[in-house]
């Protein structure tokens, strides 16, 4: 559905070194006219495009004077640490999380998540016998995967071991070795639904995996569902229910729930959310009561106003769509045009989400990312989708398409498969002597 690779027709590796000079001669000219043009793009960060903003800008003036919610209570007051029923309430199906074990907190689910590990390494968390901070600590790593979950586990020493993401979701008998041979493993970042970048989808058979694997009772899956509710089509994935079939597994502790409104409705003004067993909602609210006497409801109450229920939510994330979908085939379009002829690489095409996957010649997509800039066109950096920014194959770019117009970003995708094709003839050149 999301993960297959566009099939070349001809690649540039079977070329016979005179004819790689000669295309190599036309990439290079191309290239040099490309940076002639002065550009100046953007296509570094998933960010919502000011269109998809403008589809929320009845937040700004909502709740329109009101300051109670459905139960009568004064939100401008102290109080409602777990946040509104009626907007978890809203998220709840979504995520699959019971509402009563759902909380609605501040504006960001990397805080939570930053927090939470926080939390686990100064206390510990339920089921483990000393705080992870007085013990070796790893932490499992899909790969290609996101950037910030890796940047949380390096700022505090924790060992991210990388494992391969499949369309699936994470090689299950990788992760089922490690288990079994390193007990430092106390964590796995989890991105089940349009994986952060390759688009993937977790299968229940490889959830449900996930939650029986042997694992210490303080291993938790931190199951960022960040794009739960970000389609670009009509074939939708069935939500699954990871908490239930942890549960049934007999390891209710495991999964940690965790999104957001950040690309629903304002990045910068919106609603984290954090979901688990009542063992770990209890750890969790007991953590929040000496940080904070509740979270910001009045701006809860906005969104419970601008997106109602749970249709409401749909339908404005169809909106999303609209703006969005135009953009991931124009992604599609530019590689199966530029790219495709020379079988300059493989890419992913996401049924949601906000990234696609671009697979290079092995070691030149530095380079590529390079030329790209060099141009002026700024690319996430070659190797930020792996743990310490090392892609061992030096192959995987992540290509965000949001944030740019349609027009700009045509002209990047452009722009940015002249610096492919140069830097992947310079590779082979160099390898064919």
């Known amino acids: 559905m999301t993960s297959a690779p566009v099939s ?32 100046k793009l953007d296509l570094t960060r998933g960010k919502p495009g000011a269109d998809q903003l403008d589809l929320s800008n009845d937040l700004l ?88 979950h890796f940047s949380i586990c390096e700022r505090y020493g924790i060992r991210l071991i990388p494992v391969p993401l499949n369309d699936d979701g ?3 008998a990788a992760v089922a070795a490690l288990l079994e041979t390193d007990d430092s493993i106390k964590g796995m970042w989890c991105v089940p639904v349009y994986s952060n970048p390759t688009g993937a989808v977790y299968s229940e058979d490889v959830v449900r995996a996930l939650v029986s694997l042997p694992a210490a009772a303080d291993f938790r899956l931190f199951w960022d569902n960040a794009y739960a509710v970000h389609h670009l089509g009509d074939e939708r994935p069935e939500p699954i229910d990871v908490l239930g079939l942890a549960a049934e597994a007999g390891n209710p502790d495991r999964p940690l729930v965790f999104a957001s409104t950040s690309k629903v409705t304002f990045p910068g003004a919106g ?37 109602r229920d749970e249709q409401g939510l749909a339908a404005h994330m169809e909106k999303h769509r609209a703006i969005l979908e135009p953009k991931f085939a124009a992604v599609q379009g530019a590689f199966e045009a530029r790219l495709a002829p020379y079988g300059a690489g493989t890419w992913t095409s996401p049924g949601g989400g906000y990234f696609v996957s671009l697979d290079v010649v092995d070691g030149c997509a530095k380079r590529a990312v390079q030329l790209a800039a060099e141009a002026g066109i700024a690319v996430t950096p070659a190797g930020a989708t792996f743990p310490y920014g090392d892609d061992p194959r030096d192959a995987n770019i992540r290509i965000a398409p949001t944030f740019p117009p349609l027009d700009e970003l045509r002209t990047a995708l452009d722009g940015l498969c002249t610096a492919i094709l140069l830097a992947e003839a310079e590779t082979l050149l160099a390898a064919k002597g």
């Open 271 to 307: 609603v984290a959310f954090v979901g688990g067993s009542p063992t770990n909602v209890d750890w969790i609210v007991r953590n929040m009561s000496v940080q904070s006497i509740g979270p910001d409801k009045i701006n809860q109450l906005r969104h419970v106003r601008l997106l």
């Open 8 to 39: 070349p027709a001809v690649s540039l590796a079977d070329l016979d070194p005179d004819a790689l000079r000669s295309v190599h001669a036309e990439f290079a000219a191309a290239y040099e006219e490309l940076k002639a043009a002065g550009l």
């Open 61 to 148: 003036h909502l709740p329109d004077g009101e300051y109670r919610d459905a139960a009568g209570t004064d939100l401008r007051n102290y109080g409602g640490a777990v946040g509104l029923p009626e907007l978890r309430a809203i998220f709840a199906d979504a995520l699959r999380v019971p509402v009563p074990q759902l909380l609605a907190l501040g504006n960001a689910s990397l805080t939570v998540m930053h927090d939470t590990i926080a939390q686990a390494l100064i206390q510990g968390v339920p089921g483990g016998e000393l705080p992870w901070g007085r013990q070796q600590i790893s932490f499992i790593a899909p790969v290609p995967g996101y950037d910030r």
């Open 170 to 172: 994470p090689d299950v």
